[in-house]
């Protein structure tokens, strides 16, 4: 946890999202995409894990109830905090997160719409395939 700070400077030069920590509070921002926060702690073994996960419009400000007004938003909150049900390193989910700069263009792999007609949210589902990530959106997921 005391390297976390120098872990963000490096992480910042080497990336165009940007990370700032405020103590616990690690808040991501994707410009024109998004801004994530994660909730981090540590594990066992003493490593930074990431706890809690919500996702933000880009210049909306995380509110009261702990989530964004936007369906899209919520969804990918909802998918991104699957991926910590068994631990997740905070440098590991702020790649994964990374891997969602293309949510708006980004077509599904199943249908092959950057929307779903599904509530007209794009495709929040990130499955690992050979030739990397794949978006899938939340109604297609095969």
Not at 76 to 98: H, N, P, R
Not at 101 to 112: E, K, M, P, Q, T
Request: charge should be neutral; include cysteine.
């Amino acid at each position: 946890m005391e390297n976390v700070g120098e872990w963000a400077r490096t992480y910042n030069e080497t990336h165009t999202n940007k990370i700032r920590i405020r103590g616990r509070l690690v808040r991501l921002a994707m410009a024109e995409v998004m801004t994530v926060y994660m909730g981090i702690g540590e594990d066992a073994d003493g490593c930074v894990v990431v706890e809690t996960i919500r996702a933000f419009g880009p210049r909306e400000q995380m509110t009261g109830q702990g989530q964004s007004r936007y369906a899209v938003y919520q969804q990918l909150s909802q998918q991104l905090g699957k991926m910590l049900e068994g631990g997740a390193g905070l440098a590991g989910v702020a790649e994964m997160v990374g891997g969602y700069s293309d949510l708006f263009v980004r077509a599904c792999r199943v249908c092959g719409r950057v929307v779903g007609t599904e509530g007209h949210v794009p495709a929040v589902v990130r499955v690992w395939t050979p030739d990397g990530w794949a978006a899938e959106h939340v109604g297609c997921v095969g």
